[in-house]
């Protein structure tokens, strides 16, 4: 057989010869092909001592959707070196006769990867591959087409009833077993014997109850097409700090790491675009962070035409959190003592209590365009909206910013836009306004840079942006109950990467990236807690329609 095609999937050679070796099997025994291609059913496979698992759905149409998408230039970027290794695998098929789309596809389901340990002291893992078979007689139709080919040389062994193969199909042996409606696979005979074990009863990845729950929830997306799951993150983090003896973790890190207790990705492909949704599951007796959903209300003080945004909720309760976290590790407790005296010394401001302590409610951030003064080089400025109980603090917190500005010999200026009293500090050389704050209302102040932006903020903006149809579009789906929207509007944020020549001129804009960029409408993110234990993170890159 042509040597290409026998490194790319030799495995699959070797499932198909252990097909024709037991051909009655799949017309006696009948399984759902569709439970034998989800991930908990191939996840039923895989030992529960796996460092990780990766699920992919290849022959799902969901990976068609993405050719709805985007420019010409773009299509070509995503699909041109598929198809280029694509056609290349056929054409190696067909000097053997062989037909990816007619002998191949019509059988060949989803494939679970995972990184299993082949004995209890093994220090690197093995690498393990679980094939789903959506159709029984198709893949012995492809077995009996190419189990007579004479340069598979095939031996056979016995774990616990089960039949191992080895097959050599390019100088190196895969080992597979068929185990119901998927064949598992993998270059060391230990790996195949455990994943024999974990179908007849041993534990494995699905049998789990909060494994397999984190499982299927990540996979609830349109159209998923791809999965990566983590059933114990904090001893893969130390495994794998293992490899490097000479930087070992501190031990309070790998107490901190060991309350997470898994990790799940999953991908899907909608309407929309391209999706992700991770499910994280915690130790609640120690992860204590209480989830309050952020009201979002701080989005209707940007302009519409804002190209990046992200709001949240109380940064004095997260800082708190996370200093009760992180305040036990030593390298931590010492970079933070360092800053706060830093900031004491420069500011005689505390940073606790000064600068952190009144940031008590919904806080904001935005970066948005404008071409005037001292933002014309860039095309754009930034603004923090803070939300705060406190108000007195701040203002004493504030003036005394302003008094380190004009002890810098930075001029500070009052005056008002709108209904709105402002601070400005010039820049001293050209006078031109560095940057601003000012009260939105009782409990809303802004801190701006650039002059534009702090004319925006002072005044209301005719269209807001959560009145904005690209943001409107792109977090509709997401979780309504969350910490807060990452915004970014691709439109906005591409006339001033694209028109910038301190970014242009770096080379760093390729035709392949531009085309990329102007192919999507939007990021959008949002995070929430469904359960003490559990919290969830939804991610959509919205792109646009096929032009």
Avoid: C
């Avoid at 000064?354 to 948005?368: F, N, R, T, Y």
């Avoid at 789906?477 to 242009?504: C, H, Q, R, W």
């Amino acid at each position: 057989m042509a040597t290409k095609w026998k490194l790319i999937v030799p495995g699959i050679i070797a499932g198909a010869v252990a097909i024709g070796g037991i051909a009655a099997y799949f017309y006696l025994k009948v399984i759902p092909a569709r439970e034998g291609t989800s991930p908990v059913a191939s996840a039923k496979i895989v030992p529960d001592e796996a460092w990780m698992a990766g699920y992919v759905d290849i022959t799902s149409d969901s990976w068609d959707k993405l050719r709805n998408f985007g420019t010409p230039e773009a299509q070509d970027i995503v699909f041109g070196g598929v198809d280029t290794m694509t056609a290349d695998i056929k054409k190696q098929l067909a000097e053997d006769k062989l037909d990816y789309d007619k002998d191949i596809k019509p059988w060949l389901g989803s494939v679970m990867f995972a990184a299993v340990p082949a004995s209890d002291e093994a220090s690197v893992p093995g690498f393990l591959m679980v094939i789903g078979i959506k159709d029984k007689v198709e893949a012995l139709n492809f077995a009996n087409k190419i189990k007579d080919k004479e340069d598979l040389n095939v031996k056979e062994t016995d774990h616990k009833g089960v039949k191992i193969l080895e097959v050599e199909t390019s100088g190196s042996p895969s080992f597979v077993a068929i185990l119901d409606n998927h064949l598992a696979m993998s270059d060391n005979p230990e790996v195949v014997k455990k994943a024999i074990d974990s179908s007849k009863g041993d534990p494995s990845l699905a049998t789990d109850g909060d494994a397999r729950k984190i499982l299927e929830e990540s996979m609830k997306l349109d159209n998923p097409v791809a999965q990566i799951f983590i059933p114990n993150y904090g001893k893969l983090i130390e495994q794998t700090a293992a490899f490097n003896p000479g930087n070992p973790l501190p031990p309070q890190l790998k107490d901190q790491l060991n309350q997470i207790k898994s990790v799940s990705v999953g991908m899907g492909i909608d309407n929309e675009g391209v999706r992700l949704r991770a499910v994280t599951k915690v130790n609640p007796d120690s992860f204590k962070w209480e989830f309050k959903p952020v009201p979002g209300k701080i989005i209707s003080q940007f302009p519409a035409n804002t190209l990046l945004s992200a709001n949240g909720g109380s940064l004095s309760s997260q800082w708190n959190y996370a200093i009760e976290q992180l305040e036990s590790l030593p390298e931590f407790k010492e970079g933070l003592d360092e800053v706060r005296q830093q900031i004491r010394q420069n500011t005689q401001l505390d940073l606790d209590k000064d600068i952190i302590g009144w940031m008590d409610k919904e806080v904001g951030l935005a970066l948005i365009p404008g071409n005037q003064g001292l933002l014309q080089s860039v095309g754009f400025g930034g603004t923090l909206v803070f939300k705060t109980s406190d108000r007195a603090k701040a203002e004493a917190t504030l003036a005394k910013l302003d008094d380190l500005a004009k002890q810098s010999n930075v001029p500070v200026n009052k005056s008002k836009i709108g209904n709105v009293d402002v601070t400005q500090w010039q820049f001293p050389p050209t006078k031109e306004t560095l940057a601003g704050h000012g009260w939105i209302d009782n409990e809303t102040v802004f801190f701006a840079i650039g002059d534009p932006i702090i004319k925006v903020m002072a005044s209301k903006p005719d269209k807001t942006l959560d009145q904005s149809e690209t943001f409107k579009s792109v977090t509709r789906t997401l979780p309504k109950s969350n910490s807060g929207y990452f915004f970014v509007n691709m439109d906005e944020a591409n006339k001033v990467i694209l028109s910038n020549p301190a970014i242009t001129s770096q080379g760093i804009i390729t035709p392949q990236v531009e085309a990329v960029l102007k192919s999507i409408r939007g990021i959008g993110i949002a995070s929430t807690q469904m359960d003490k234990s559990t919290y969830t993170g939804d991610v959509l890159l919205a792109l646009k329609p096929k032009s």
